[in-house]
């Protein structure tokens, strides 16, 4: 019986001891990420620990976002994406912030060591402000179609 609704399969439901001062910002963080309730909080917080640890791991599928920001007159490096056999790029998306400033994201999948590798290689140009945040997991993103 699936009692949340949640992606994950069957709600399990147990106790979680903590301090009241963890719990006061436990509280504090469910309202500012307008979550439901403790539980929605605790679910996310779970899931990006998750996404964290996995893209550490050579062998697991990732997404990723790669966020960039440069000066239009800036080249951006041509970072070939061949040496890196599970990378894919979902989506391209450039456009100016203002009159000098571009930002291009990227959305990409694939292992966590070659997307991380490769976006470095794009963040390492002079400026170039770049960031990588990883989404999911295969096994996260799988959970979202069952």
């Not at 951006?76 to 979902?90: A, G, H, Q, T, Y």
Request: net charge neutral.
């Amino acid at each position: 019986m699936n009692i949340g609704g949640g992606f994950m399969g069957e709600t399990i439901r147990f106790g979680v001891s903590m301090d009241k001062d963890l719990v006061e910002l436990l509280d504090k963080l469910t309202k500012e990420s307008n979550h439901d309730n403790r539980s929605e909080t605790i679910r996310a917080l779970v899931r990006k620990e998750i996404i964290e640890k996995e893209s550490e791991n050579n062998n697991r599928e990732v997404i990723g976002i790669v966020t960039i920001l440069y000066n239009n007159k800036t080249s951006l490096p041509r970072v070939s994406i061949s040496p890196f056999p599970s990378l894919n790029i979902k989506a391209n998306l450039q456009f100016h912030v203002d009159k000098e400033i571009c930002s291009k994201i990227l959305v990409v999948m694939g292992k966590g060591d070659e997307i991380r590798t490769w976006a470095q290689k794009l963040f390492s140009s002079p400026h170039i402000i770049g960031n990588l945040t990883f989404v999911a997991t295969d096994e996260l993103y799988g959970e979202l179609i069952k």
